[in-house]
């Protein structure tokens, strides 16, 4: 491959095949609820991201063996990791947490817990309970980072800055925690030179997992009555092609030792305004694997170069 690929950064971990599973195990989010701000950041509608098999009326125990039976039958020897994805997965009591978690890690087959939050959201009890956990079990707390800009992240109504997401970082990896982050690319008023300039800054926080998402504009949201508004703010892109050279662009100046878990998102066809591709997140894949062949680039090929 021409890049690091999740599943390499599992096979330093596990000898066997391993799939998260999605949990939705009906957590809130303190964007919303008025604790760090009302409406949520501006792009999101958390129906975009639960898969069918994620219910919160089911227990987590419920939820994954589900999950399980989906994947079971085809690759038997697969295990799992439980991924707490929906809204911010610590934003509750610690004891309700620790509670979760553990109905989580008690499941057949599962080896391990990612956990999808927010940076301003880890307690410093419960990452002492995560740095415990993580001795003996697989621990992965997953951030979203979105921008390296506090420009970008206001616009959007995240309710944190970029400092913010450095510490935290910071500390989970010094607990001797998997850190995962997630980045929005497009997002309004960060151009392709301003992209480019963040990627030395995503290296310098040097998270073990990285997901990359274009911006999609979903019904539902601000940003959707934003675009209405005026769409020449943003600057999507419009065709796959495009985004792609912009994500080989990235690859190149990213540090090989950061696994790449996704380059897209998929927002259901009912939710999505733009932009439409009409392609899968693994066609995607082929095509950015193609266009760094045809480059004769690999990740972080650029880096020493200082282009
Ligand atoms: S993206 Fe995450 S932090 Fe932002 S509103 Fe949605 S659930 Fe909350």
Not at 135 to 153: D, W
Not at 220 to 248: I, N, W
Request: charged share 20%.
């Amino acid at each position: 491959m021409t890049y690091t690929t999740l599943s390499q950064f599992f096979s330093r971990h596990f000898a066997m095949k391993v799939q998260k599973l999605s949990i939705n195990a009906g957590f809130t989010c303190p964007n919303r609820d008025g604790t760090v701000g009302r409406g949520g950041c501006t792009y999101c509608n958390n129906q975009t991201f639960n898969p069918d098999y994620c219910s919160p009326h089911e227990s987590v125990a419920e939820q994954l063996e589900r999950g399980k039976a989906f994947f079971a039958h085809k690759y038997p020897a697969m295990r799992y990791l439980a991924y707490f994805q929906a809204y911010t997965s610590t934003y509750a009591p610690t004891s309700h947490l620790i509670a979760l978690y553990e109905e989580a890690l008690g499941v057949k087959d599962m080896v391990g817990i990612v956990i999808g939050t927010r940076p301003d959201c880890m307690p410093p009890e419960l990452l002492e309970w995560l740095a415990a956990k993580a001795k003996t079990t697989f621990v992965m707390v997953e951030y979203g980072v979105e921008s390296c800009y506090n420009r970008t992240l206001q616009r959007i109504n995240r309710g944190h800055d970029f400092a913010c997401a450095e510490r935290t970082i910071q500390l989970t990896k010094a607990a001797g925690i998997h850190v995962g982050t997630h980045f929005i690319l497009g997002l309004p008023g960060e151009s392709h030179a301003d992209i480019m300039a963040s990627v030395p800054l995503i290296n310098r926080l040097a998270p073990d997992t990285l997901k990359l998402h274009q911006l999609q504009i979903v019904r539902g949201t601000r940003m959707a009555e934003e675009y209405a508004e005026k769409p020449h703010d943003f600057g999507l892109y419009s065709t796959a092609d495009d985004y792609c050279q912009l994500v080989c662009d990235v690859l190149e100046r990213l540090a090989p030792g950061i696994a790449v878990e996704r380059f897209t998102s998929s927002s259901p066809k009912s939710l999505l305004i733009a932009p439409d591709w009409g392609m899968k997140n693994h066609e995607f894949t082929a095509l950015v694997q193609r266009e760094m062949l045809r480059r004769g680039s690999k990740q972080g090929c650029k880096i020493e170069a200082g282009r």
